[in-house]
């Protein structure tokens, strides 16, 4: 019986322990003045949410960021009233934004929807990185997103191994729907799993492997709309969020104390 007691109390504060660990987060809702004064929209300097530094230009000409919302496009934010948008303005546009606290284990997640042609083999998408640097693809851990050479039915992941084409379902159209990207990393043994969920249906895609490179915490991710076609080219993120994963030796001791401590109250109460 004692025993029971011992290991259930330990299961619990361990749970506890591991869920809620959140360390940056931002939906893009909250009011928020902007360097150029203009309430509520989004630009170069938005410093909304929390554990994040301010959205910062990285590189790219004639593009830019913005404020997805019913009065902008239409309505194709993700939820709620706005989202972060990225365009490219026939050329391209690359923005990020810093960790204020690191990740050496964790999870990355984020809504993204693709309103773009897709036609002239250019990336647009996300990444994971150690530091922002001068382009997309400085300090890069790990990328997703669509290009033309992949088609619209797949989205093209690249990591230390090279490219991979992920499949959701039976989707064959992944442009204009709204996908949910969920990323576990761990820089110190260089491993990885993507799960994309498709928020219409439900259905899902996976991939694991290695990160570009060990040793180095997540300190940073970026959006980069590389698309050059004419017209509205958009790449729109909501619900960007880091959480803290603890490391299995400290799930582990976690573990054990938490046993310890219970197996003293438990004595002490029968004495």
């Known amino acids: 019986m004692i025993k029971t007691i011992l290991l259930s109390f330990g299961a619990i504060m361990l749970a506890m322990c591991v869920q809620a660990q959140v360390v940056a987060t931002d939906d893009y809702e909250s009011p ?67 960790l204020n606290s690191p990740l050496s284990i964790g ?64 989707d064959n159209e992944l442009r204009g729907g709204s996908f949910h990207f969920s990323i576990n990393f761990n820089t110190t ?26 040793g180095t915490g997540v300190g940073a991710f970026k959006l980069g709309n590389l698309d050059t076609d004419s017209g509205t080219q958009n790449l729109i993120v909501d619900n960007t969020v880091f959480s803290a994963v603890p490391e299995p030796s400290s799930l582990a001791l976690l573990g054990g104390s938490s046993i310890l401590i219970a197996f003293f109250f438990l004595r002490r109460r029968k004495a």
């Open 32 to 98: 928020y003045t902007t360097p150029n004064g203009s309430a509520g929209d989004i630009s170069y300097g938005y410093n909304g949410g929390s554990g994040f530094g301010a959205l910062t230009y990285v590189s790219g000409t004639a593009g830019g960021v913005f404020a997805v919302n019913n009065a902008s496009t239409g309505g194709r934010q993700l939820d709620g009233n706005q989202s972060l948008g990225e365009f490219s303005g026939g050329n391209s546009q690359v923005a990020g934004r810093t």
């Open 189 to 214: 043994s260089g491993a990885y799993t993507l799960t994309i969920t498709d928020n219409s249906n439900g259905q899902t895609g996976t991939e694991s492997g290695s990160l570009d490179s060990t």
């Open 107 to 170: 999870n990355f997640s984020f809504d993204a929807r693709w309103d773009i042609s897709n036609t002239n083999n250019a990336f647009t998408g996300l990444n994971i990185d150690t530091a922002l640097g001068s382009g997309l693809g400085a300090n890069e851990l790990l990328s997703f997103g669509l290009t033309s050479t992949n088609g619209n039915g797949s989205f093209l992941i690249t990591d230390s191994t090279g490219t991979h084409s992920v499949s959701v379902g039976t």
